[in-house]
């Protein structure tokens, strides 16, 4: 006896359909999505032929960008970007200078147990780890650049006082990334 529920998972993408009288031949087709507030959350190209088109919208942010790290690939565990929250979103097609705009509204779950006010506190967490994320990259993507163009000078310095505090430079900046992310592989 199986109890366990057996059967095809639905995509976590909200389903844009459009329909064309005659294939769009010239200049962009695509599909815009903004939330409540009007900013552009992402653009999706359209498909171009005649009649009935579809087109996944994955309702998430992009996957943050990772700093780099030993004994990780760069995305390696990014597959996925936030899940946008509940509410209003406008979907606007434009097809050359042509444009057509509708909604979807994105609810919760009706069997959820979580008030609208913890859903929104959870986002809003997400949120601002998603953002701590990429400022964790930048800080550590520019440390290494850093890093990286201080030893380009050391090694092209004729000076062995400038060497020697280029080759410094580059010690302290590789002991402050390591306080950041893995440097060596069982790190």
Do not use: C
């Amino acid at each position: 006896m199986l109890t366990e529920f057996s059967g095809r998972t639905l995509p976590e993408a909200a389903a844009i359909v459009y329909y064309q009288k005659k294939r769009h031949i010239f200049g962009d087709l695509k599909i815009d999505v903004a939330d409540e507030k009007g900013n552009l959350l992402t653009s999706i190209q359209g498909d171009k032929r005649k009649g009935l088109n579809r087109v996944q919208w994955p309702e998430r942010a992009r996957p943050p960008k990772m700093p780099p790290a030993a004994g990780l690939v760069q995305n390696e565990f990014a597959f996925y970007g936030p899940q946008v929250s509940e509410g209003t979103y406008t979907i606007k097609v434009t097809k050359g200078s042509v444009s057509y705009s509708s909604e979807i509204k994105l609810v919760p779950d009706p069997r959820t147990k979580s008030t609208a006010g913890d859903r929104a506190l959870q986002h809003k967490t997400v949120m601002q780890l998603y953002d701590m994320l990429g400022q964790l990259t930048f800080i550590v993507d520019s440390t290494n650049d850093l890093r990286d163009q201080a030893r380009q000078r050391a090694a092209s310095a004729t000076d062995n006082g400038w060497k020697d505090q280029l080759n410094g430079l580059v010690q302290k900046l590789e002991d402050f990334r390591s306080t950041l992310v893995s440097v060596k592989r069982a790190g």
